[in-house]
């Protein structure tokens, strides 16, 4: 009702925690449900406002892991944060939930998170070798792939391609530079980035940082 005044005109919804068909007993009891979320959607465009889904597709897997039988899906079972991106059914499981939530908010596009990935637990640990830069450019050339093929750009956060030393006072996720560099230069350069940042700054140096790194689309 508010935003719709100053033509703010996109509303991203975070949604993991839903009763998401796909994930079943693994969605919290107070989760929302569908439902909720056609409401809100049909509430939205009856306003000019359209709504994205935010669904993770790599870390803050809390949900997924919220049932003890996923966990064998976590890159750390033991603390289980990351899904393990080099096990195929992990993959194919995650893949089936992000397209549940496409095909329900039927949005231009589609948020697939993938920040603060290594935030818990051992990353990369099932994985290896592969490497840090390895695995999420693996996660976001998957993702990419499969919303091409739905007809849609994909949009990820942008933290895990930068190193906060790169681009103070703005911030990113990884503490090497070295990783951050190499995960730029692995990153398909065809997706959206979008950048958050915490705190408010007159100039946010990582935004030119990321277009002079090849990518186009920075928000």
């Given at each position: 009702?508010?935003?719709?005044?100053?033509?703010?005109?996109?509303?991203?919804?975070?949604?993991?925690?839903?009763?998401?068909?796909?994930?079943?007993?693994?969605?919290?009891?107070?989760?929302?449900?569908?439902?909720?979320?056609?409401?809100?959607?049909?509430?939205?465009?009856?306003?000019?406002?359209?709504?994205?889904?935010?669904?993770?597709?790599?870390?803050?897997?809390?949900?997924?892991?919220?049932?003890?039988?996923?966990?064998?899906?976590?890159?750390?079972?033991?603390?289980?944060?990351?899904?393990?991106?080099?096990?195929?059914?992990?993959?194919?499981?995650?893949?089936?939930?992000?397209?549940?939530?496409?095909?329900?908010?039927?949005?231009?596009?589609?948020?697939?998170?993938?920040?603060?990935?290594?935030?818990?637990?051992?990353?990369?640990?099932?994985?290896?070798?592969?490497?840090?830069?390895?695995?999420?450019?693996?996660?976001?050339?998957?993702?990419?792939?499969?919303?091409?093929?739905?007809?849609?750009?994909?949009?990820?956060?942008?933290?895990?391609?930068?190193?906060?030393?790169?681009?103070?006072?703005?911030?990113?996720?990884?503490?090497?530079?070295?990783?951050?560099?190499?995960?730029?230069?692995?990153?398909?350069?065809?997706?959206?980035?979008?950048d958050w940042q915490y705190g408010v700054q007159e100039k946010f140096p990582s935004?030119?940082?990321?277009?002079?790194?090849?990518?186009?689309?920075?928000?």
């Amino acid at each position: 009702r508010i935003f719709s005044r100053f033509k703010l005109n996109a509303l991203f919804i975070e949604a993991e925690h839903l009763k998401w068909d796909t994930i079943g007993s693994a969605a919290p009891k107070w989760g929302g449900t569908k439902e909720d979320i056609r409401k809100e959607i049909l509430y939205a465009r009856e306003r000019g406002v359209t709504v994205y889904p935010l669904v993770q597709g790599f870390g803050h897997m809390e949900t997924l892991f919220g049932a003890t039988g996923n966990r064998s899906f976590a890159e750390d079972p033991e603390n289980p944060w990351a899904v393990n991106f080099t096990d195929p059914t992990a993959v194919a499981y995650l893949t089936k939930l992000l397209t549940e939530a496409d095909d329900l908010f039927g949005a231009p596009a589609f948020h697939v998170g993938m920040d603060e990935v290594d935030l818990r637990g051992r990353f990369p640990y099932r994985s290896l070798p592969k490497t840090k830069p390895e695995l999420v450019a693996l996660a976001a050339r998957h993702w990419r792939d499969v919303f091409a093929k739905r007809g849609k750009p994909v949009y990820l956060w942008a933290d895990m391609l930068m190193a906060a030393s790169e681009v103070s006072p703005a911030w990113g996720t990884l503490k090497v530079p070295a990783e951050a560099q190499k995960t730029r230069e692995l990153m398909p350069k065809d997706v959206t980035l979008i950048d958050w940042q915490y705190g408010v700054q007159e100039k946010f140096p990582s935004l030119r940082f990321l277009q002079n790194a090849g990518f186009k689309d920075v928000l």
